[in-house]
């Protein structure tokens, strides 16, 4: 099993399905209302559970945002491990490094919000799952790959550093395109 943020032991079935009821409640509101859907008084509502056990399973909007997120996250995971090159296996490291960062660009057009509200409603968020180690490791075997004597953990959160999903939306907001993103990431790993 790939290492979701927000996975862990196996749930009761009455917590499971309200964990099911709570995420397609989150999802449903956030469709309609934009990421401002994600009051979890509201999404309690919505999914006919008490805020109580809203909060049991989610205790804040970043945690719920995860569990949002998990199957694009499942998704990109196994692009990126076992899927086709260039960013799957198969392709050069350099290749693979550069499809990483454009498919990540393209993860952050469609679900950047929510990803900013994963990574940022509390401190360290973005770096604490299971998702981002699982990022990091599989940079840190690339950039081993394409240098070798290069400190390849710091040019990994160097990499990753650009595409928080704070930063994309930021820059999104200030009109740059996802393709100046992506062609400024390009550069950015020529300058190393």
């Given amino acids: 099993m790939l290492p979701i943020a927000g996975s862990g032991p196996a749930e009761r079935a009455d917590a499971a399905r309200n964990r099911q009821k709570i ?28 805020i109580g056990t809203v909060y ?6 970043g945690a719920l ?16 491990i076992s899927g086709p090159p260039p ?3 198969g392709a050069p490291a350099s290749q693979r490094l550069k499809a990483f960062t454009d498919a990540y ?11 900013m509200v994963a990574e940022t409603e509390t401190p360290m968020a973005r770096f ?8 990091h490791s599989h940079l840190v075997a690339l950039i081993s ?10 040019r990994a959160d160097a990499i990753l550093a650009p595409l928080a999903a704070a930063q994309y ?10 393709k100046q993103i992506k062609t400024g990431l390009k550069e950015l790993h020529r300058a190393w």
Avoid: S, W
């Fill in 23 to 50: 995420v397609r409640a989150a999802a449903k509101l956030v469709a309609a209302k934009g990421i401002d859907g994600l009051a979890l008084d509201e999404v309690a509502a919505e999914a006919g559970v008490g």
């Fill in 56 to 61: 049991r399973r989610f205790p804040d909007k």
């Fill in 65 to 80: 945002a995860q569990a949002l997120l998990d199957e694009n996250e499942r998704e990109f995971q196994e692009a990126f």
């Fill in 87 to 89: 960013l799957g296996p």
């Fill in 105 to 115: 660009v393209d993860r952050l057009e469609t679900h950047g919000q929510l990803l």
């Fill in 128 to 135: 604490v799952t299971g998702a981002y180690r699982l990022h």
């Fill in 145 to 154: 790959e394409i240098e070798p004597d290069v400190d390849a953990h710091f």
């Fill in 169 to 178: 939306v930021y820059q999104r907001q200030n009109g740059m395109t996802p």
